[in-house]
């Protein structure tokens, strides 16, 4: 059998290393670290990493993935930029590793995302950065949300790692049981209580209230902002799509009213709302096992 594809992650001299472990844990591929060249590269938490390889003798990969940190010294690498462009897979960034992306061409005509803005480095310390970011994002468009997928290019703000990861996994075709596993115990879930436990919230739709296509449309992004954020266990509507159910991954009712009370559903009317405790079965807990 032919051994899978690894993820590829390009190191620099202060890159964040801490930013891309949570999708190079949930990938589920052989790891392979590149960097400028074969000389150690000290990361922005100090750690020391020795790449397999330098850029130009990446190999083939799965996927790529940029972390962010400082990358002024990789901006304008060619082998770098020949790696990224020549990617067969997804090409994956994180905050200033989206600059990266930029700088080789990737981004023109996309959407992405990023931190190199006034809104989130307002200080004058930051100035600098801003004017490079405004220059090389050119052509993109900028999306404020925490995740962006636009074709081969993923990008995410440095909050969104975890959530990266689970793109990422998605595009390499791993199981999202196990992905979601993964990220659990990144999060450490199952330091907290009970991470079976869950709130289950029964969606009801009142007497000659109308749904239309732009409350479902909402809906369905409040959900996705639900998954990016590890709060979200299972949705669905029910046969006739006028009740639902979603299972939320929080641990007081009070959480879980705050969060089915921003539902746009909702919030606009046209769903009522129960709460009742609920409990996961699954494989990991042998629960089932347990009562049979």
Known sequence: MRAPLPLVVTVYPGCTWGEVAPAVSMADRPLRVVGPSREPVRT??????????????????????VPGGSPDTVLDDPALHALLRGAAGPVAAICNGALVLAAAGLLVGRRCTHTARSEWAPLPEFAELLAEAERRFEGSVYVDEDVVEDGPCLTAKPWAAIALGHALARRLGVDAARAAHEARYLRGQRERGNPDLCWAVFLSTPPGVATTTEHVVAHVRWLRGLENRGLLERAGPFPDHAAGLVVLRVESR??????????????????????????LSNVENDHLGRLA
């Not at 922005?44 to 993935?65: C, F, K, Q, R, T």
């Not at 009070?254 to 559903?265: K, N, T």
């Open 254 to 279: 009070e959480a879980a009213v705050a969060l089915a009370e921003q539902d746009p559903f909702v919030a606009s009317g046209v769903r009522t709302f129960e709460l009742r405790r609920w409990f």
């Open 44 to 65: 922005g938490e100090g750690l020391m990493l020795i790449p397999d390889a330098d850029y130009a003798a990446a190999g083939a990969s799965a996927a790529v993935l």
